[in-house]
């Protein structure tokens, strides 16, 4: 076990409190405060873009972030991290607002390894809201999307009212 | 990713997220163990600013990560003990999150349903207090070479 000091009370990139709930959503400002925050910012994610219903994340790569094998690849779980950010931040993206809501399932196909230092970028694309569930695909790459390193589907269900 | 070979030790990434290894014969030590199968090893990791996504709670990308890695434990020890000596890729994972990830320590064990040739195919899951009330669970499919 790690022998971590009490978390200090912080808010989270994906709180909001980050920004003003009743007004539009900001992909801009939220993709900068992702970066700063929580465990996005753990992982320094970064706003790499967005357009009507979709939304581009980057995680850099870090010496820290490795995982098995030969050395310099990022390890599998940020990039987890990195679907589970990029698709949510997709989701608020195209409802133009912020609205709680938690992951439901996330399932994520590794098409091929990564290259070793570059960091890697996910789009992700909110294709359908229905109700409280919205529906999400985005592509993992590192500089070319017509060669992805992952795949991955989500759904996530909003717990506000009103819904 | 990378094919990993075992036997298992915790890559950069697990250690600077705070994760680590519970063997089994340290089960008994640990209350929220108490139904733990002693198949593979269990994986822990404490709430921190570094693993919170909404204020409070855990990232599920930190969740995930943490399932992630102990499916890749539960291969590792199921193919040692075989004697086998093979490599390991991940293909794909799916993960359902089924509670909140509250800001108390979380553990994970895999179980390896099948290990082929080729192909080997895992359960994960997650739980705070008692294995009973999973947080989370995931299925992963890995290429064997």
Known sequence: MSDQPSPEPITSALSPETWRIDGPFDPVLAGKLMGKLGHPGFLDLAYGGHGPDWFEAVLPWREDLVGFGQMDVLASGPVISLFDTATAMAIWTRRGRFVPQVTLDLRIDYVRAAVPGRAVVARAECYQVRGDLSFVRALAHDGDIADPLAHATAIFMSTGEGE | ?145
Request: hydrophobic share 50%; charged share 20%.
């Open chain 2, 1 to 145: 990713m990378t094919p990993l070979h075992h036997p298992f030790v915790l890559p950069p990434y697990a250690l600077a997220m705070g994760m680590a290894l519970i063997e089994p014969s340290e089960f008994s030590e640990r209350a929220e163990l108490a139904e733990t199968p002693q198949g593979a090893p269990v994986l822990t990791m404490d709430f921190s600013p570094r693993a919170e996504g909404r204020p409070g709670y855990f990232h599920g990308g930190a969740i995930g990560g943490l399932l992630e890695m102990a499916g890749f434990a539960a291969l590792a020890a199921e193919l040692e003990a075989r004697g086998a000596v093979q490599a390991m890729k991940p293909i794909n994972i799916s993960v359902e999150f089924l509670r909140n990830g509250m800001p108390r320590p979380v553990f994970a064990q895999g179980q390896v349903l099948r290990a082929g040739r080729r192909v080997a195919n895992v359960r994960v899951e997650a739980w705070h207090d008692n294995r009973v009330a999973p947080v989370a669970s995931c299925w992963m499919n890995f290429r064997l070479f």
